[in-house]
């Protein structure tokens, strides 16, 4: 924005000497306008993203990167839940005592409910170590609400 700004007030100093001030003003308005577009293009390009988010491409990503750690065979977390999350069969099973992720509704799939916090500090995932970003989160919720489907 800034540097709009200063190029713009640059165009206009230099059209006041030539007498184009009012072709300038039109430039820089214009240009507000097409900046206005590009920025309204790269936030419907980044929701676009999560809306189609693929379990392959966006949601095992995730789960590599924060619980893989010890949601595999021979790890505490699956030695102690049952929870294996190498696989989308895997994750779909869920755990010992059944499934984590409700079709369509990620507020009350179980897994949702450990990533948020929603069922206390101590039960938090991943266990003590670092909160899954907003991003990741979002990720993941929307997934679960288009059907949590293996695509
Ligand atoms: C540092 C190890 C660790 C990481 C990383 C981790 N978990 Fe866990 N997880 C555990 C342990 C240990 C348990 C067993 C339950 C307990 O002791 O809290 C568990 C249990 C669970 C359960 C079952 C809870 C229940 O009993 O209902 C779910 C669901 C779960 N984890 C999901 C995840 C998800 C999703 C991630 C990644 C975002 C993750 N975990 C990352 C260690 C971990």
Redesign the pocket.
Known sequence: MKLRVIKCNVVDRFNQKHLFKRKSRFLCFTRGILLGFVWIGLVSATNARADNATFKAEVMP??EK??????VPG???????G?D?RTYESLMK????GS?IVEGDAFTS??MV??EGR?GP??K?????KD?TKWEKVILRRWINRGAQNN
């Open positions: 995730i789960l924060h619980c893989l750690e010890c949601h790890q505490d977390g699956y030695e102690k839940s929870l999350l869920g755990t010992n005592y984590i179980n897994m450990l990533i069922a101590n039960l995932m991943p266990h003590g170590r899954l």
